[in-house]
C-alpha cells in the first residue's frame, strides 16, 4: 500500500489503544470516540468519501444509509449480532460486512449462566433488600429460589453461545439439557452436550430454567410472547442475552407480575439503552446493561477483530470472519 495515500475509514465508536494504532498505521482515520454513538446524519455525514467503516451494534447499516455513501466498500462490526446491518443491502451493493463471532462466546456463555444463577437465587433482590436496610430477621423460607443444579436447562437457539451455555449446564450443574432451533445439531455434537432436541412448545414446557441465545431477525421479533410465557412452568426462569426484541416486554412484565413465570433476566432490550418501565418496578427481574460479552480481554479480541477484518477488506486480503464472503469473488 502507498502510504501517501491511505484508504480513509471512519472508527465510528471507542476503540482500544493499540487497536487504534493499527487501523491509523493502515488507514486515514476519523476517529469518533464520543460516549454516545453518532446519529445517522452525523454517520451519514462522517461516511461521506470513506471506503470502510468500524461499528459496533449500535450504528444502523440500512440501504438508505448505503446509497448516501456509495464510497464504502467494507462495514466491520465489533459484533457478533448483526440485526443492525442491511446484509443483503451490503452484499447488493457489494460492501463486505464482517462480525466478530467465536472470541466472545465463553465469556458471553459465563454471563448468561450468571445471569440464570442470579435470577433463579434471587441475588439482586437479596442486595437490594440488603442496601435499604431491609434484612432483620431469618426465616426458613427468606429470599428461597429456584433449583438449578439437576434442574432442566431449556436452550432457545443452539448456535455457539448456546452449545456453551449447555456446557456449563450440563457439566457443571448435572442440568438435563434440551434445546430447539431452526436446524438440529449434528448426532454427535447432541451426545457431547447431552441436549435433546425438541420442538419450541415443549421446550417452553419442559424448561425450569429457559435461555434465548438466537440472533434476532424478522421471523424471531417477538417469538416470546403472552401465548409463550402461558406455556411455561409457573416456577420456570427466563433468561435473555440474545436480543430485546426476541422479547415481547409487556407480556412478559405481566407474566412477572402475575407470578404466571417465576423471574426473569435480562440484559437486552427493545429499546435500549431505554428499558420499558413496566420491568423497572417488578422485584423478580434481575436487569443488566448489555454486558454480556463484557470482559476485558474479550472486548479487545473482538476489537482486534473487527479492526484485523477491516485491514484486510481493504488491502486485498483475505478477512477472518466475512459475513458475505461471496462480495469478495464478484
Ligand atoms: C456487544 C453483542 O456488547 O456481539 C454482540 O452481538 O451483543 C455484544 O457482545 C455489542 O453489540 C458490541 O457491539
Not at 495515500?5 to 493499540?18: G, Q
Not at 433488600?129 to 438449578?148: I, P, Y
Not at 407470578?259 to 434481575?286: Q, S, W, Y
Request: glycine share 8%.
Amino acid at each position: 500500500m502507498n502510504a501517501a495515500v491511505k484508504p480513509a475509514v471512519l472508527v465510528a465508536r471507542r476503540a482500544p489503544t493499540e487497536v487504534l494504532e493499527a487501523l491509523r498505521a493502515a488507514f486515514e482515520v476519523d476517529y469518533h470516540d464520543g460516549e454516545v454513538p453518532l446519529s445517522p446524519e452525523a454517520l451519514r455525514e462522517r461516511l461521506q468519501g470513506k471506503v470502510g467503516v468500524y461499528i459496533t451494534g449500535t450504528e444502523r447499516i440500512t440501504a438508505e444509509l448505503l446509497d448516501a455513501a456509495p464510497s464504502l466498500r467494507a462495514v466491520c462490526t465489533m459484533s457478533v449480532g448483526y440485526n443492525h446491518i442491511d446484509l443483503a443491502a451490503c452484499t447488493a451493493r457489494r460492501v463486505l460486512v464482517t462480525n466478530t463471532p467465536d472470541v466472545l462466546t465463553e465469556s458471553t456463555a459465563d454471563f448468561g449462566f450468571a445471569l440464570l444463577m442470579a435470577t433463579a437465587r434471587r441475588m439482586s433482590e437479596g442486595e437490594r433488600l440488603l442496601r435499604d436496610g431491609g434484612w432483620k430477621s431469618w426465616s426458613w423460607d427468606f429470599l428461597a429460589g429456584a433449583e438449578v443444579h439437576g434442574t432442566t436447562l431449556g436452550i432457545l437457539g443452539m448456535g455457539r453461545i448456546g452449545q456453551a451455555i449447555a456446557r456449563r449446564g450440563r457439566f457443571g450443574f448435572g442440568m438435563q439439557v434440551v434445546y430447539h432451533n431452526r436446524s438440529r445439531l449434528p448426532a454427535d455434537t447432541e451426545a457431547e452436550l447431552g441436549a435433546r432436541y425438541v420442538g419450541k412448545d415443549e421446550l417452553l414446557r419442559a424448561a425450569d430454567h429457559l435461555v434465548l441465545v438466537l440472533p434476532y431477525s424478522p421471523e424471531s421479533h417477538h417469538c416470546i410472547g403472552a401465548a409463550e410465557l402461558a406455556l411455561m412452568k409457573p416456577t420456570a426462569t427466563l433468561v435473555n442475552v440474545a436480543r430485546g426484541g426476541i422479547v415481547d416486554e409487556d407480556a412478559l412484565a405481566a407474566a412477572l407480575r402475575e407470578r404466571r413465570i417465576a423471574a426473569a433476566g435480562l440484559d437486552v432490550f427493545e429499546g435500549e439503552p431505554r428499558v420499558n418501565p413496566a420491568l423497572l418496578t417488578l422485584p423478580n427481574v434481575v436487569l443488566t446493561p448489555h454486558i454480556a460479552s463484557a470482559t476485558l480481554p474479550t472486548r479487545h479480541a473482538m476489537a482486534a477483530l473487527a479492526a484485523d477484518n477491516l485491514i484486510a477488506a481493504l488491502t486485498g486480503a483475505a478477512p477472518p470472519t466475512p459475513l458475505n464472503p461471496e462480495v469478495l469473488s464478484a
